[in-house]
């Protein structure tokens, strides 16, 4: 039986590109792995693959009693259903140790970087294995994608150092000029659904024993979501319904480096608590806050308890 690389829920580029990346590695390496994503690519992602020859994982919705490699998260709430009967047999990740647990021994590769390739790409160079042409191509778009073309505060010295190289594989000359490209995608918001568009990066966390969402949408200009704002602000007023204490969507502006929050909470003190800054009605803007994983959900857990 092949077991999964599998990323969290609302796959990113980084998810869905680590669970190619990781099932050609540990393929070279004698493993029998599959690819596989819980959701289908977004536009982004759609375009990354096209452009490097790349097919999209299968989408699996359970796990039970599957074999699994986990990449991009270990938190259960970003799991599949199925996960109390499957075998986890490794972790590759960038954001902070979640709550799965094993009954044996794992491979852990969890590094404090912009993006879960940037761990990949040191992998490979640590086994010995080499990376496909194709695949540098994706694996630096995701690193590009994730640390917001280097922008973010997440971006580290260790993932600029793997796209340097990732492009030589890939013959790439000018990474900034194909992270515009691909975030003038990542952009575009015309004939996607109010629900696709909250949903297109969102994940709930635990803050303090209540459900909290955090969406984020990366665009070059924010005026782009000017007609869709209403939307999105009465899209996630619904998803809070399903049993949120809150909901919070950022919508990031590339160029000016920073957010504009929309704001669904029974306590919106809390954006002021977190931030320090008062919200205008249900929304704030937030100079330099760019990382939902670095700067939004951490001053939300300090705000929470």
């Excluded at 490209?181 to 990542?186: C, L």
């Excluded at 955090?214 to 005026?223: A, M, P």
């Excluded at 920073?258 to 937030?286: C, H, N, Q, R, Y």
Aim: charged residues 25%; glycine residues 8%; negative net charge.
């Amino acid at each position: 039986m092949s077991a999964l690389a599998l990323g969290h829920m609302n796959p990113d580029t980084d998810s869905i590109v680590a669970a190619l990346a990781a099932a050609e590695l540990y393929g070279k390496r004698g493993f029998s792995v599959t690819p596989a994503a819980q959701g289908p690519p977004a536009p982004e992602t759609e375009f990354v693959l096209k452009k490097f020859g790349l097919t999209a994982p299968q989408v699996v919705k359970d796990v039970a009693g599957k074999e699994i490699w986990l990449v991009d998260y270990s938190d259960l709430q970003q799991a599949p259903t199925g996960m109390d009967s499957a075998t986890v047999l490794g972790i590759v990740d960038h954001h902070k140790l979640g709550d799965v647990t094993t009954s044996s021994p794992l491979e852990a590769w969890i590094w404090p970087v912009g993006c879960t390739n940037t761990v990949l790409r040191s992998m490979y160079a640590f086994y010995g294995v080499e990376i496909s042409k194709n695949m540098a191509g994706a694996m630096l778009c995701a690193i590009l994608s994730d640390t917001v073309i280097f922008k973010s505060p997440t971006c580290t010295d260790v993932d600029k150092k793997a796209v340097e190289s990732l492009a030589k594989i890939a013959g790439i000359s000018d990474v900034k000029a194909l992270g515009m490209e691909m975030f003038k995608v990542k952009s575009a918001v015309e004939g996607a659904s109010m629900h696709d568009l909250v949903h297109r990066d969102y994940k709930d966390f635990d803050m303090n024993g209540k459900k909290v969402g955090i969406g984020q949408l990366e665009v070059v200009d924010l005026s782009i979501l000017a007609a869709v704002k209403a939307g999105l602000q009465a899209e996630i007023e619904k998803v809070k319904s399903e049993g949120r204490h809150s909901v919070f969507l950022l919508l990031t502006d590339i160029m000016k480096e920073g957010s504009e929050m929309l704001i669904v909470s029974d306590d919106p003190f809390v954006v002021e608590k977190a931030f320090g800054v008062k919200p205008a009605g249900k929304t704030v803007w937030l100079p330099g806050i760019m990382s939902r994983k670095k700067q939004v959900v951490p001053n939300f857990e300090k705000a929470f308890k």
